[in-house]
T-cell receptor, first 104, second 115 residues
Framework: AQRVTQPEKLLSVFKGAPVELKCNYS??????LFWYVQYSRQRLQLLLR??SRESIKGFTADLNKGETSFHLKKPFAQEEDSAMYYC??????FGAGTRLTVKP | EPEVTQTPSHQVTQMGQEVILRCVPI?????FYWYRQILGQKVEFLVS????????KSEIFDDQFSVERPDGSNFTLKIRSTKLEDSAMYFC?????????????FGEGSRLTVL
């Protein structure tokens, strides 16, 4: 079955600390993977996609086919990064989400 | 910047009533989606729609649900006979390109409360 797993429902770090939000996937074939973010009182929006290999707001994510992972990383978290983060597969099914809280 | 818009933002209904949630996708988009988020839970895929027909649906999308693109702009989700457990936030999304690529653009959601 094709699915995305985000093992952490909640993640809390201090400002300036590194952060890693985990995402593992199960997919037959070559997946396209995405990270979406939902800030408080805002709509869901794309943060980044693996195919473009870009860094958005300091976040990066590398597709590791050996570990079937697409973890989201940022070296120095900021308070404005506090949000709900969803990993998604190309069939647009989402993981359970991780709520990131960055404390001052 | 074009946006996906949804109406109503909040609807309260009695159990057993029919509800229609409306979405206006971005105008040049071809693929349309509905998602549901029960309070405190994850965003769940309901259905995708392309070329005037359902392309994929989840196990949640049973016979009580239907989708329609009645004209060139609206994309609707109908719940025929609402149940208490249908209370959730419903998100519409659209994208212009094919199944495996492309960014989803989301609306702000319609909150449905079933009493």
């Amino acid at each position: 079955a094709q699915r995305v797993t985000q093992p952490e429902k909640l993640l809390s770090v201090f400002k300036g600390a590194p952060v890693e939000l985990k995402c593992n996937y199960s997919y037959s074939g070559s997946p396209e993977l995405f990270w979406y973010v939902q800030y408080s009182r805002q709509r869901l929006q794309l943060l980044l996609r693996h195919i473009s290999r870009e860094s958005i707001k300091g976040f990066t994510a590398d597709l590791n086919k050996g570990e079937t992972s697409f973890h989201l990383k940022k070296p120095f978290a900021q308070e404005e990064d506090s949000a709900m983060y969803y990993c998604a597969l190309s069939d647009m099914r989402f993981g359970a989400g991780t709520r990131l809280t960055v404390k001052p | 910047e074009p946006e996906v818009t949804q109406t109503p933002s909040h609807q309260v209904t009695q159990m057993g009533q029919e509800v229609i949630l409306r979405c206006v996708p971005i105008s040049n988009h071809l693929y349309f989606y509905w998602y549901r988020q029960i309070l405190g839970q994850k965003v769940e895929f309901l259905v995708s729609f392309y070329n005037n027909e359902i392309s994929e649906k989840s196990e949640i999308f049973d016979d009580q649900f239907s989708v329609e693109r009645p004209d060139g702009s609206n994309f609707t989700l109908k719940i025929r006979s609402t149940k208490l457990e249908d209370s959730a936030m419903y998100f519409c999304a659209s994208r212009w390109t094919g199944k495996n690529t492309g960014e989803l653009f989301f609306g702000e959601g319609s909150r449905l409360t079933v009493l």
